[in-house]
């Protein structure tokens, strides 16, 4: 089959008649530590993944902007840059799209119109945030289009600001930065409160394995709203902006002060800051026993402090630990109740923990698992059709 590159030109011609000037591309994203801290000014440690959203683009003359994706076969949509009105639910997935030419307007830029093709093997709804790579797709092509100069951070903002103002998705800055900032063979240490970023190699004995646990996820915006109002209601407790600036002895001298599950809540985010930085100097160092340790803790931690892990994800993750041992971690990923284990392995291993999961996960829950085998991947850039 042909890669994501050339099916975005082939749908380009076949919409518009006539090739497109230009591919850019933007990866979806795995979270390796550092769970419901970023709303918390913490820490996180996302890695890209080598599944991409590739769009192809010709600029316009005027500040029409045209847009078809494979995805959803049907129309094309049409909008002016800085008449995007409302969200339209209507509108569906091209709300991702005029969200960044909006947040642009608001900001004061503008660029000029392109018509845009968008193909892409980030599986949709799947917890590897194929919204983000969608946004910062377009961003990058209309940065780049009309000259614009924004840094690879700056894109990233503009795409919050869309998928948070526009969209209405109240989403922290995590999956744009990585999707944007990304680097081969590295996750990046991301600190939520000033934004600095930096990368973290993984070590080459590692395979990166993400598993879709299928769990049909309900009560997630409501359960997500409440931690972060717990998380909040113990900042305030303290008297500070964030839990980034609580230290651990300071919550658990005021223990008997708080409730059990705000203590719990607060407990999990202050631990899961440590990890996280732990867990990016275990990597660095290429001490996989450590790194395997504090993933396992993350997971206790979401299971027992914050709950969002539901069981099929717990199965899932015991099946896997059982397999690897100390020679690899895993957990549970993304913000919970459902969704993804991120697992890094051993290469020599690899076959084992899918054997495992092919035979003990369907039987325990009733379940079939979707498992996506990936690597480390470099974040945004325009990129050519034959070296894809
Ligand atoms: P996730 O980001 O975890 O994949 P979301 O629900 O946040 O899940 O985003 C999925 C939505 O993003 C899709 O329903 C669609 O509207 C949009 N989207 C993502 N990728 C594409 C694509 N290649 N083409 C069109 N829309 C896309
Ligand atoms: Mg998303």
């Known amino acids: 089959m042909s890669n994501p590159a050339q099916r975005a030109n082939k749908l380009f011609v076949q919409t518009f008649g006539t090739t497109a000037d230009d591919l850019y591309l933007a990866p979806g994203r795995v979270n390796l530590i550092g769970e419901h801290t970023d709303y918390n000014d913490g820490f996180v440690l996302p890695a890209a993944i080598n599944f991409h959203t590739v769009i192809a683009v010709k600029r316009r003359d005027d500040d029409i902007y045209r847009a078809v994706s494979d995805a959803f076969p049907g129309d094309i949509k049409e909008w002016t840059f800085g008449q995007e009105g409302k969200m339209d639910p209507d509108d569906g997935w091209v709300n991702y799209l005029k969200g960044f030419t909006a947040a642009m307007a608001v900001t004061g830029l503008t660029a000029k119109g392109l018509d845009i093709s968008v193909v892409g093997n980030v599986p949709l709804g799947a917890g590897l945030s194929s919204s983000a790579a969608l946004e910062v797709a377009f961003g990058t092509a209309v940065n780049d289009c009309s000259q614009l100069r924004l840094s690879p951070l700056a894109v990233a903002q503009m795409a919050q600001r869309g998928e948070n103002q526009y969209v209405g998705c109240a989403c922290g800055i995590m999956d744009q930065m990585i999707s944007a900032l990304g680097e081969q063979d590295h996750a990046l240490l991301i600190d939520c409160e000033d934004l600095d970023s930096e990368p973290v190699h993984i070590p080459d004995s590692l395979s990166l394995i993400i598993v879709n646990s299928n769990v049909q996820r309900g009560l997630v915006d409501s359960e997500y709203n409440l931690r972060r109002e717990q998380c909040e209601a113990v900042a305030e407790h303290f008297g500070v902006e964030s839990l980034r600036h609580v230290e651990l002895c300071q919550l658990e001298a005021a223990k008997s002060e708080l409730s059990d599950v705000c203590y719990r809540r607060a407990r999990h985010v202050l631990t899961e800051n440590r990890r996280t930085q732990h867990a990016s100097h275990a990597l660095e160092a290429g ?100 070296v894809y």
Request: charged letters at 25%; glycine letters at 10%; one cysteine or more.
């Open 287 to 386: 001490n996989i026993t450590k790194l395997s340790e504090l993933m396992a803790q993350s997971h206790a931690s979401m299971r027992d402090d914050f709950e969002i892990t539901v069981p099929e994800i717990d199965t899932l993750v015991e099946i896997i630990s059982r397999v690897i041992g100390e020679r690899g971690g895993v957990r549970m990923t993304g913000g919970g109740f459902g969704g993804c284990i991120v697992a890094l392995v051993d290469h020599a291993l690899t076959d084992a923990v899918v054997e495992a999961i092919e035979s003990q996960y369907a039987t325990k829950t009733g379940l079939e698992a979707t498992v996506y085998l990936c690597s480390a991947s470099a974040g945004a850039t325009r990129v050519d059709e034959e």
